[in-house]
């Protein structure tokens, strides 16, 4: 029973350059989280998704970021024109939803920006 | 959801239990208290929650008080491998899913 799977573990971008990060929820889950974790800071919500659907994004930055979760396949966290300020750690989580909502977290997508 | 504070940092000798706690003295009826941690570079790790009464799993226990203004987590027998960032997290329970909010945490460190 495979866990939360984000890819790539690593990815390195240069200024300008387009930054996607993907989400796989664990069997079972429909509901997905994107967090966002700054160097030496601690853990921020971006945004809340369900199948197709955004529920909460109000921790998403105004501009350049964006959050899909699809019928079929991966959620995606794309963010266009990447800066130094990107840099960090990005993780997902995902839940079923249900009354018991414990989110269970990816090991992370660590973005650095050149 | 309520705010939480935590101690930032806290020692604790391998083999000896661990007592982490938590203040949340503007908890609603509601809402329940959640444990994760972070293992350094990690992604976060569900430990524990409970309501109003204390809660024991294979990781931990959670101790909360009768008013429900503070807990405590414990770790019965620390490890090195327990060394990490605890967050204490109080929220509603619902149907509707929702964010975790994350206060700085408490940072652990065991020692051999």
């Known amino acids: 029973n495979a866990g939360v799977m984000q890819n790539p573990r690593h990815l390195v971008r240069r200024r300008g350059q387009e930054a996607r990060l993907r989400c796989s929820p664990m069997k079972g889950h429909s509901h997905v989280y994107w967090y966002r974790q700054l160097p030496e800071e601690g853990l921020k919500f971006m945004v809340y998704?369900?199948?197709?659907?955004?529920?909460?994004e109000s921790g998403m930055p105004k501009e350049r970021f964006s959050a899909e979760f699809p019928k079929e396949g991966p959620s995606i966290l794309r963010i266009q024109q990447v800066v130094r300020g990107d840099s960090a750690a990005y993780f997902c989580?995902?839940?079923?939803?249900?009354?018991?909502?414990?989110?269970?977290f990816g090991a992370g997508t660590r973005l650095s920006v050149l | 959801d309520a705010k939480t504070t935590q101690p930032p940092s806290m020692d604790c000798a391998e083999g000896r239990a661990a007592n982490l706690p938590c203040n949340h003295s503007?908890?609603?009826?509601?809402?329940?208290v959640y444990w994760y941690r972070q293992i350094h570079s990690q992604g976060p790790q569900y430990i524990i929650h409970?309501?109003?009464n204390n809660e024991t799993n294979e990781m931990a226990s959670l101790i909360i008080t009768e008013d429900r203004k503070s807990s405590t987590l414990i770790l019965p027998h620390a490890t090195l491998r327990d060394t990490a960032v605890y967050y204490c997290i109080v929220r509603v329970e619902d149907n509707q899913g929702g964010k975790l909010i994350f206060g700085q945490g408490t940072e652990l460190s065991v020692k051999p």
């Open positions: 998704l369900q199948k197709e659907n955004i529920i909460d």
């Open positions: 503007t908890i609603s009826g509601n809402e329940y």
């Open positions: 409970g309501l109003k």
């Open positions: 989580a995902s839940s079923t939803g249900t009354f018991k909502n414990i989110q269970y």
